[in-house]
């Protein structure tokens, strides 16, 4: 890969040498011939006047920044700036909080199934998580073992109760699961608002931008670039601030969905896995 990288940088270089060796170059129209190499130079007979004759008039040249585009900006279009660096901002501060969220899912899921296969009882089980439920895999554990200590509170139930039993259990844990996946999804709902609408927002100032560069020709009768460029310059802007909020709402959103697509069949899995071991213990109860 050596030679790749030296052959890259050698391109460059000549790349960077053509425009300045260009520069360097004498011009097409330089007089040419054996009295133009070697006649001197006559000196000049008047005094040369070296003053600037623009002055003020030229061209006044000056960078564009993001601060001076807001402040040159329509009161339409700084509303516009506003509302999609709020969005931005919100999203990002989504972003970072629900990373975080998940990741901490994750590591006390597989904390506590490990401890959950470790051989302890349920019961111990229930005595210590009970406590601090703190993640949705617990949850579900202590929703489906209070349902099942409920059905031995009268004492063993009989064979014909025990169908309604494991329905009761099932259904605890569906119900649980949906609970702790909607609050596990809260304010996603707004990276998809972000990712959908971002664009269209930035696109209305877009169009106002570009309505205030005719406006400003129209008034002017001037087509000259000083007169059309700041308008111009708030719509693109105005495109880029959609897009700068839209692109890593849609991207986040997309990948947290995913995750938590993943993370709540996890938790079926383990009910599935919880229901069959109840259900196991049941019919051995009741023989």
Known sequence: ?????????????MLLAVPFA?????????????DAQTAPLAAPTQPVDV?????????????????????KADPIVKAVFLMLLLASLWSWAIIINKGFALMTLRRRADKFE????????????????TQRPDHPMAVVFISALREWRR??????????????????IDKAMSVTILRETDDIERRLGFLATVGATAPFVG???????????FSAIAARHDTTLAVVAPGIAEALFATAMGLLAAIP????????????????????GFADEFSAILSRQLDEKAK
């Open 249 to 268: 709402a849609v991207i986040f959103y997309n990948k947290y969905v995913n995750e938590i697509g993943r993370y709540t069949g996890r938790l079926e």
């Open 114 to 129: 490990k401890t959950f296969w470790s051989g302890l009882s349920l019961d111990e089980l229930y005595q210590q998580f």
């Open 151 to 168: 059905a031995f509170e009268s004492g063993p139930p009989r064979d014909a109760l025990l169908p309604g039993i494991k329905d009761r």
């Open 51 to 71: 003053t600037p004759t623009a002055g003020d008039s030229g061209p006044q040249i000056s960078g564009i920044s993001v601060a001076s585009l807001f402040m």
């Open 1 to 13: 890969m050596n030679w790749m990288r030296v052959a890259a940088a050698a391109a460059l270089a």
């Open 22 to 34: 260009w520069a360097q170059g004498e011009p097409s129209a330089a007089p040419t011939g054996p």
């Open 203 to 213: 696109l209305f100032g877009t169009v106002w931008g570009i309505m205030n560069s």
